[in-house]
């Protein structure tokens, strides 16, 4: 079982090195990141961005920038494309964010030229390693797509089956949360909850096992559950949590990260390739996580 991010950059080791396109690289946290993430043997990188900014940089953190190629590209939609071409030419294994907005490198990502299409719809899954949780907790969507509908929480779910599946959990328990746990008709999130369980006993939500409607507490608490008389299996035990919408999601996330202190990696999931996608606040150890988790994605291709 992964417990936490040492199991999750041992198994990177395994599987690694990959190969990363950064897009705007002239950033000190990703520098790090990445030449941390060099000196394990997880991935090697790409770095597109301001040439002299990089090796600046680089000079600061005593990094040996000799040991990566790099791109010389001021501009940020231009470096972005740059980026992710390199990765839709077959040159990287995914793109990760550097020092640009993330509405410009998921436009590059969706370009019909040289982008990352796949039709599919793309999600972020941010995962957790909290002192007070035994495994590893997958979260989505805290950052991506505002107030899903039922197809697409059904997408939301299925991108997040492929990055627990990637870190080999081989049947991750979804918890589908919301305000409380009964069914309420003046409550949507509560209504598609039961669909969406419904829709994996049938068949439809493949390679894991769906429940809910969930409050937080019996999703992630025994206790909780126990208390209230709720004995579905994915009851206190949940691998990944779909959160109703965005503003849910994002309190939850930052609430694990600025008060739980956990460390946490993010990724956008639903391209060809993994995208990955941290917070500029997120420090460099997330980050390095987050190529860790990238790795294991592009492994599980």
């Not at 079982?1 to 705007?24: C, E, H, Q, W, Y």
């Not at 990089?54 to 972005?80: P, R, Y």
């Amino acid at each position: 079982m992964i417990r936490g991010f040492k199991d999750v950059l041992n198994l990177a080791k395994k599987k690694g090195p990959k190969t990363i396109s950064v897009a705007m690289a002239n950033d000190k946290e990703v520098l790090l990141a990445v030449n941390e993430a060099k000196k394990l043997g997880i991935a090697d990188a790409i770095l597109v961005g301001d040439k002299d900014e990089i090796v600046n940089l680089a000079k600061e953190i005593d990094m040996d920038i000799d040991q990566f190629e790099i791109v010389d590209e001021k501009d940020l939609k231009e470096g972005s494309r740059k980026a992710v071409q390199l990765v839709s030419e077959g040159k990287a294994h995914m793109v990760m964010k550097g020092l640009v907005d993330t509405s410009i490198i998921l436009k590059a990502v969706l370009d019909e030229e040289i982008g990352l299409r796949t039709g599919k719809l793309l999600s972020h899954v941010a995962v957790f390693d909290l002192e007070t949780y035994e495994k590893i907790l997958l979260v989505t969507d805290a950052a991506m797509n505002i107030a899903p509908n039922l197809e697409q929480k059904k997408q939301i779910i299925e991108n997040a089956v492929y990055v627990a599946h990637s870190l080999d959990i081989e049947e991750p328990k979804v918890a589908v949360v919301g305000a409380k746990e009964k069914v309420n008709p003046k409550m949507p999130a509560t209504v598609d909850a039961q669909k969406l369980e419904e829709m994996n006993k049938k068949g439809e939500i493949k390679g894991c096992m769906v429940g809910g409607p969930f409050a937080l507490d019996n999703a992630i608490s025994k206790e909780a559950a126990k208390h209230k008389g709720i004995e579905h299996p994915v009851a206190g035990d949940a691998d990944i949590i779909l959160v109703p919408y965005i503003e849910a999601g994002n309190i939850f996330y930052k609430s694990l990260v600025f008060l739980a202190k956990a460390e946490n990696a993010g990724v956008i999931v639903g391209a060809k390739a993994p995208v990955i996608l941290t917070s500029r606040a997120d420090s460099d150890k997330a980050k390095l996580n987050s190529i860790a988790l990238g790795v294991l994605m592009a492994s599980n291709k």
